[in-house]
């Protein structure tokens, strides 16, 4: 049984123009959500996190929205620029500690066209 | 931050055969997770591997199938045993910083093929 699901294996977005990434969980106890980028031949690495208390987080182009009576995240990247392109991680966790396990979605590669 | 390296980063290895994968830090840590990822499927737990302590396996994943090993704060292996083409998978090491979920840090991978 997948908790946190993402649907959409790829999108492919223009340069500059927003691109919406989608990731849906189940498990109602998770209260913090993060997402994850990785490049070919690379490890992930930590991109925006938003905590269960909060329905936006903003950092520079990137913006992940939660809606909580959905079980429903986004993460906007505008504008897209080329260098984005890469597979992008949902993932959630129960609690902020250092040892929060994370469960992770299949992911959603991202292809921005120059 | 941490930077974390794996070796092998590849390997095609027949059936029936164990493989060990190493996982090193350039700095102490006492949290290290051991991932997976099958073809076309999400990163899974299989194990988080602390100094000082048995590994704990997640539901699963049993030691006699990959046992860890944890000898200090920089290093760890990772043994996946009897291997069948199942066991096909990116193997992923991490560890955790004490910020948080995202002080957690990957390493590059092993792409792990079984014929």
């Known amino acids: 049984d997948q908790q946190v699901k993402q649907n959409s294996p790829s999108l492919s977005v223009q340069e500059g123009r927003i691109s919406i990434l989608n990731c849906d969980y189940t498990?109602?106890?998770?209260?913090?959500f993060l997402w994850y980028k990785k490049y070919p031949a690379e490890g992930p690495t930590f991109l925006i996190s938003?905590?269960?208390?909060?329905d936006k987080n903003e950092d520079g182009r990137f913006t992940v929205f939660l809606n909580k009576s959905a079980k429903h995240l986004s993460l906007h990247i505008v504008p897209s620029q080329p260098g984005d392109s890469a597979v992008y991680f949902c993932?959630?966790?129960?609690?902020?500690?250092?040892?929060?396990?994370?469960?992770f979605g299949k992911g959603i590669t991202l292809s921005v066209r120059p | 931050s941490a930077v974390i390296s794996q070796k092998p980063s590849r390997d095609i290895c027949q059936r029936g055969t164990s493989l060990t994968i190493q996982c090193q830090v350039d700095s102490q840590v006492t949290m290290m997770f051991w991932y997976r990822q099958q073809p076309g499927q999400s990163l899974t737990l299989i194990a988080t591997a602390n100094q000082g302590s048995e590994a704990t396996y997640e539901s699963g994943f049993v030691i006699d199938k990959f046992p860890i090993s944890r000898p200090n704060l920089t290093f760890s292996t990772l043994t996946v045993s009897n291997m069948s083409p199942e066991d096909s998978s990116i193997y992923l090491c991490s560890v955790g910083l004490a910020g948080g979920p995202e002080e957690q840090f990957f390493g590059p991978g092993t792409r792990l093929t079984v014929l």
């Open positions: 993932a959630a966790s129960r609690g902020t500690g250092a040892n929060s396990k994370l469960t």
């Open positions: 938003i905590s269960s208390i909060k």
């Open positions: 498990n109602s106890m998770f209260d913090y």
